[in-house]
């Protein structure tokens, strides 16, 4: 079955009792780990428990299939029931989990953490299909959800946030449930002790959690959000992304947006395009690649691509420091974007090598 995501903390708390397996998955690595744990408390107080809690990669079931259903059927040495957490799954693990739902050996809660997937992909099929399995989807906190996850993390320490603060914390926090929940952390030890949180307050100790990711970098360059990217940028390489990484990840988004021009060139609409991307774009990014794919023409979504190709060589090279060179070269496109100009209009376009 698919949890929707009203249900979705609900479900959490108290899962229904005829579900024997549980996916958690997307691209919010934090709240997906945070509601495994949680469920997981759900049969055993101590998620760190070697008797009742196993745990193994997914990558395991490869050579050994088999070893799920054991661990599923086997029993506690130390009574009550079992958890067995799958690590990283992904759609080949498909194959040893259907395994494990059709045969009603055990009862144990087999709980399985995967990334983003696409809605038709073998795992969310079988969990959204399966009576006795459940699919909970994780994204990014934002808007309604987000600020009430910023009230109930402050409450139990007697702390509210004004109108400034809570705008404040709403902008910059979200990315990531367990980054948002650490951040106020900090929050909460900065005020030490019951009170009102300021805006002064909040930019005292909270960094930016939100939009971190390679997505949302390439996202904010196909948009022409220049300052954006750049900040994301910045953050990402503070962190120890390598350049080209972040430049394929950026080429990655191109491909698909020419792709869907190309689509477009043969007679489908934007929508249509975009909708026949596979694995297709989650869906609070959905319209702005629509618009995306509107904006760049095939020719312009070509230049993109070599520019991020030629960014990519000069890397390598012994020419300026790659942070410099990627920072150029996504501030072109970004530019390029805005202005509706070609991507390697100009002169001093390219990065070049000194």
Request: glycine fraction near 10%.
């Amino acid at each position: 079955m698919k949890i929707p995501p009203g249900r979705a903390a609900a479900f959490v708390k108290a899962p229904d009792p005829s579900v024997r397996a549980v996916l958690v998955y997307g691209p919010d690595r934090g709240l997906a780990r945070e509601r495994l744990d949680a469920l997981t408390r759900t049969v055993v107080a101590d998620v760190a428990d070697p008797f009742r809690v196993t745990e193994m990669p997914a990558a395991a079931l490869k050579d050994d299939p088999a070893r799920l259903a054991d661990e599923a059927a086997a029993l506690s040495l130390m009574g009550g029931r079992r958890v067995v957490r799958v690590m990283d799954a992904t759609d080949a693990t498909a194959g040893a989990l259907k395994a494990v739902l059709a045969d009603a050996a055990g009862d144990a809660l087999v709980l399985v953490l995967a990334g983003e997937l696409a809605p038709r992909g073998a795992l969310r099929t079988l969990f959204e299909g399966a009576e006795t399995a459940a699919a909970l989807a994780c994204y990014a906190d934002d808007g309604a959800a987000l600020d009430q996850v910023i009230r109930d993390t402050l409450a139990p320490h007697g702390l509210t946030a004004d109108r400034d603060a809570m705008a404040f914390l709403v902008a910059h926090l979200g990315g990531d449930r367990l980054l948002t929940r650490a951040e106020l952390e900090k929050l909460i030890t900065y005020k030490g002790g019951p009170g009102e949180v300021t805006l002064d307050d909040a930019a005292a100790c909270i960094g930016d959690t939100a939009a971190l990711g390679l997505d949302d970098l390439a996202l904010a360059v196909a948009d022409g959000d220049d300052a954006q990217a750049q900040r994301v940028l910045d953050r990402l390489l503070r962190g120890g992304t390598n350049a080209v990484t972040v430049l394929r990840a950026v080429s990655r988004h191109f491909q698909r947006l020419h792709l869907a021009a190309g689509s477009m060139a043969g007679g489908r609409s934007a929508d249509q395009a975009v909708g026949a991307l596979r694995p297709p774009p989650i869906f609070k990014h959905r319209d702005r690649i629509t618009a995306q794919v509107r904006r760049w023409d095939a020719a312009r979504l070509g230049q993109a691509l070599d520019l991020l190709l030629e960014a990519e060589a000069d890397c390598k090279g012994f020419g300026p420091a790659p942070a410099v060179v990627c920072a150029r070269a996504l501030l072109r496109l970004a530019q390029g974007a805005r202005l509706g100009a070609r991507p390697g209009a100009g002169p001093g376009t390219r990065p070049r090598r000194a």
